[in-house]
């Protein structure tokens, strides 16, 4: 789709290419040491992250950020480019360089646009670990959900599976948000309401956000 569709970027994760690695150094221990080296690159790479995410403000644009975080952001930068300059001298320099090397460094190379999104976008993560972790429970008890085994069952769920996801990643409280709108369905005489804005986190209040994401629904 990213491919097909201007509006959308692909960000690729660094926890497969660390894997990668990993993987290799397993496989090939003559080369462990230098697959391993990557390795505590990828961990640098993600302890400047967190250290910039943490003083970033998602209200004021990149340039305008305060001093601390422009430099993390520097060093970031400054990082990820020293980390191509290496892999690009490796591949140039290849006679020294075994197959699983170039293999691993050329997967890097091919990948690198879609892995350095985040540093011009902090908003977006180095990894996809947290949309995974939201699809798991879908994908493991697909088979145990009842009525899963017809089509409109299972849209039903992947339906249901979103907005309780959409609902949990905007911090609301699902059994709250729940007994609101079935509740103004009730009063709208079994029909959706008309004006769904008070039910999208993105159009509702900060304060009605904030009651949403109450433990319990009030009583009634």
Known sequence: MARELDSFVLAFCWVHVRRDF??????????EKWMLAWVEKIGELYHI??????????????????????QQQQRLEFCLSSMAQQRDD??????????????????LKGHWPGLILFADNPQI?????????????????????????????????????????????????PRHWLFAYLNCCAENKGQAPDDLSPFLPWEMDEERRLFLSQAQPPDT
Request: hydrophobic share 35%; glycine share 4%; aromatic share 8%.
């Open 22 to 31: 990993l993987e290799a150094a397993r496989s090939y221990p003559e080369h």
């Open 49 to 70: 992250n967190n250290q910039r995410v943490a003083l970033w403000d998602d209200n004021i644009a990149l340039h305008l950020q305060s001093a601390e975080f422009s």
């Open 90 to 107: 490796c591949l140039r320099d290849g006679e020294n360089l075994d197959t699983v090397q170039k293999k691993v460094l050329t997967s």
């Open 125 to 173: 993560p180095m990894d996809n670990n947290e949309s995974e972790r939201n699809i798991r429970k879908g994908v493991i008890a697909r088979n145990n959900y009842f009525g899963s085994g017809s089509q409109w069952s299972a849209q039903l769920l992947a339906t249901m599976l979103t907005l309780m996801q959409t609902l949990l990643r905007w911090k609301i409280n």
